[in-house]
DNA sequence: CTGTGTGCAAACTCTTTGCATAAGT
DNA sequence: ACTTATGCAAAGAGTTTGCACACAG
């Protein structure tokens, strides 16, 4: 992971108030009116790093943070996040659907212990002899998952 | 069935039977009573090539074959399966455990539109530049999901 | 016989949906 | 005002579980 696409702190720190303007810029762009809680959950996706969450964890994360909301707009906001391109859906158990706020290629870990996800930047990977897709179909992703378990 | 009293291994030997008597050996191994459950699903799932099948195709198939059995009894007897190595368990999407009766190493498609897995052979596709597990874990496995959506 | 497996239905988890209310523009 | 989101609670899918009965050894 190199100088993918992070801006510089200079240009975050230039202007205090861009923060949230820069959501709801980004919202209004997916056509999403910045509601307050579209708004409160993409400050705590977007604001950090990579991350990746379940609807429950972010709604957990979302009340503790003094938001006010339900789980089912959470989950209504990440399937919008997602169709807009903002998030990505990781699916590694039956149990639960992970997000991942990194969209860009990449593959992932996951710990079965703690269903706990890990990112494997996509540029240090390589595939070789995949077979090409069946007639008809085209390949729309593909994705790795190592699936990791402690060591005893 | 067929004889209610013993069965003597001499069975096991006679020609006509060898199928079944494979399925009944085969569970016993694993430490399984081949009841007739049991039976018509090992029969339905390793008779013919590799299959992949979700636990309501495989009752459904069953209940058509004349099999008289419940659907707990098939999520049950799919789980002790994939304990005793016979079958393992895919996770493509969200919805629906996926179980495949290839337990060697190998890879899949994913047809996204209909929910079909096709087998990608494992001796075929060769993986460069993944990191190392974290320290204190190990890899359990490598999966690969080629995610298919038809061409318009 | 004795213990294990099965069936049934209820319980459970995660996720989605419908409709009245609230908020955004 | 007019439109779009939200909240709530109920519904929904897939899967699991508990217990009485049935079957395999």
Redesign the interface.
């Known amino acids: 992971m190199r100088s993918t696409g992070s801006k510089p702190a200079a240009e975050n720190a230039r202007q205090g108030q861009r923060h949230k303007a820069d959501f709801a810029v980004r919202l209004r762009a997916a056509q999403l009116r910045p509601t307050q809680q579209r708004l409160a959950l993409a400050r705590l996706l977007f604001s950090g790093g990579d991350r990746h969450v379940t609807a429950e964890d972010l709604h957990g994360e979302a009340l503790g943070a003094g938001a006010r909301l339900s789980l089912a707009t959470v989950y209504n906001t990440l399937h919008q996040f997602t169709q807009a391109g903002l998030l990505r859906?990781v699916?590694?158990?039956?149990d639960?659907?992970h997000f991942d706020t990194n969209t860009g290629e990449h593959h992932h870990?996951y710990?079965?212990d703690d269903g706990v996800l890990?990112d494997?930047p996509g540029s240090?990977?390589?595939?070789?002899?995949?077979?090409k897709?069946?007639s008809?179909?085209?390949?729309?992703?593909?994705?790795?998952?190592?699936?990791?378990?402690?060591?005893s």
């Not at 699916?91 to 039956?94: A, M, P």
């Not at 240090?124 to 077979?131: F, K, M």
Request: hydrophobic content about 45%; aromatic content about 2%.
């Open positions: 859906q699916i590694v158990d039956g639960k659907i870990f710990v079965e890990i494997i240090d990977v390589r595939i070789e002899g995949l077979p897709a069946p008809g179909k085209e390949i729309e992703r593909v994705d790795i998952v190592v699936r990791l378990k402690s060591r």
